[in-house]
């Protein structure tokens, strides 16, 4: 059985889907593992590194993808890439189906086994192969970072000569995976935290990391651990509430989103009138429309001399540890697959099965196979 890593082609795109510990663990369980040479350099891997764990360099991608049973990526395949897998290989990665939905009827015409990690089930048996938390980590620890490089102001609170300096006051919105983890790296750096959420389970979270929760009485709980939608009263009551808390804050990183929707518009302009000069918004939601009236995706945007980034692949900034942790996901959910050193997926386990999103020429994923075939009749 062959894995193959092929380099990633995306612009900015420098993360890279294995690495060489993780290829040392492939090649005991008996595989053979092709990496494109150069795959890693973004991520600070060499060839030399990959080759010194056991995986074959390859210099001409067309004979890679050819090659492998399995190819492990990062972003979805272009339409030329696609073509060159060959019929039943098995290819994993962050597919971005909505975003793609070309490759994936090409995925689905060529025979490929699509397995998109963003439809992996949510349960605790996958937390280990979960790479959007692990990547969501990523960017809520790196949008920390953002702020407090633009801010004018220190984090911590000070004493000095001249006087006590008040912490910077940060406001997080949205307390998944990414906001959790831009609280706690908020107050390692020594910032009062408030953080709000429409799911009344994050409450104690926060308050675990000795942030500040916004109460409020909106239950917006849906399946799999995601947010609903808000109705039109709701996201009324929503502005309301956090107009106030937004005007104090030094730096607002936002995270909302809600899975298959365009991200919630959170923060208004209005609210940004309100922000005192200097104060900082990094928008992580701004590869799905944004939180903020006010973002630009991949720009920065001033106004009232208020700054707003939409920063977008944020886990492509931190390539060696994101990597990391992308490829330890990959292992785990390999592991499911290979028995003595030969693929032997079993389609009915749930986690396979709920990542599937192309394979034996259909597609698998109902909302995408309704935007596709329902387009096509
Ligand atoms: N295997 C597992 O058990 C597992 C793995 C990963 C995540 N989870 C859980 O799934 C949940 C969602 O994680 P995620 O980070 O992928 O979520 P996400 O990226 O879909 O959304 C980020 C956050 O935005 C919030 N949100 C949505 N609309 C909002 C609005 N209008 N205002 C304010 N906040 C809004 C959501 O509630 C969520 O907490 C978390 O509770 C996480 O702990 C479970």
């Known amino acids: 059985m062959r894995i193959a890593v092929p380099k990633e082609s995306a612009a900015g795109e420098h993360r890279v889907a294995t690495v060489p510990d993780v290829v040392g ?17 973004g991520a600070f891997h060499s060839d030399e590194a990959f080759a010194a764990a056991g995986a074959r360099i390859v210099t001409d991608a067309a004979e890679l993808y050819r090659e492998g049973d399995v190819v492990l990526k990062v972003q979805a395949p272009t339409l030329e890439e696609a073509e060159r897998l060959r019929e039943g290989t098995i290819l994993i990665g962050l597919l971005t189906p909505h975003k793609n939905l070309d490759v994936v009827l090409r995925l689905r015409d060529r025979r490929i086994t699509a397995l998109a990690l963003e439809l992996l089930p949510r349960i605790s048996r996958a937390q280990a192969m979960d790479a959007l938390s692990s990547q969501a980590s990523v960017a809520g620890y790196r949008a920390v970072l953002m702020a407090a490089y633009r801010l004018g102001k220190f984090m911590p609170m000070l004493t000095t000569p001249t006087g006590t300096i008040r912490p910077a006051r940060f406001l997080i919105v949205g307390v998944g995976v990414a906001g959790l983890q831009a609280i706690a790296t908020a107050r390692r750096l020594g910032a009062m935290v408030e953080a709000y959420d429409v799911r009344p389970a994050t409450k104690e979270q926060v308050e675990s990391l000795g942030a500040k929760f916004i109460q409020m009485d909106i239950k917006a709980d849906a399946q799999g651990g995601y947010a609903r939608e808000l109705t039109a009263e709701e996201k009324q009551q929503q502005q309301d509430l956090i107009a106030k808390h937004v005007a104090q804050a030094d730096v607002v990183i936002t995270t909302a989103a809600v899975p298959g929707k365009q991200a919630p518009r959170i923060i208004t302009t209005a609210m940004v009138e309100h922000m005192r000069a200097g104060s900082v918004i990094i928008d992580l939601a701004a590869e799905s429309g944004g939180n903020c009236e006010l973002t630009k995706p991949d720009k920065g945007v001033r106004y009232h001399d208020v700054e707003i980034l939409g920063p977008v692949n944020v886990p492509s900034t931190l390539a060696t540890h994101a990597s990391e942790m992308y490829a330890k996901n990959m292992l785990n959910l390999l592991q499911l697959m290979i028995k003595d050193g030969q693929l032997a997926p079993d ?14 020429g259909d597609i698998k994923f109902g909302p995408i196979r309704t935007l596709i075939e329902g387009g096509q009749s």
């Not at 663990?25 to 350099?41: F, I, M, P, Q, S």
């Not at 389609?347 to 034996?360: A, G, P």
Request: negative net charge; aromatic residues 4%.
């Open 25 to 41: 663990r492939l090649v005991k369980l008996g595989v053979e593992v092709l990496v494109e040479t150069g795959a890693g350099a």
């Open 347 to 360: 389609w009915e386990d749930e986690v396979l099965r709920d990542s599937t999103l192309t394979r034996d």
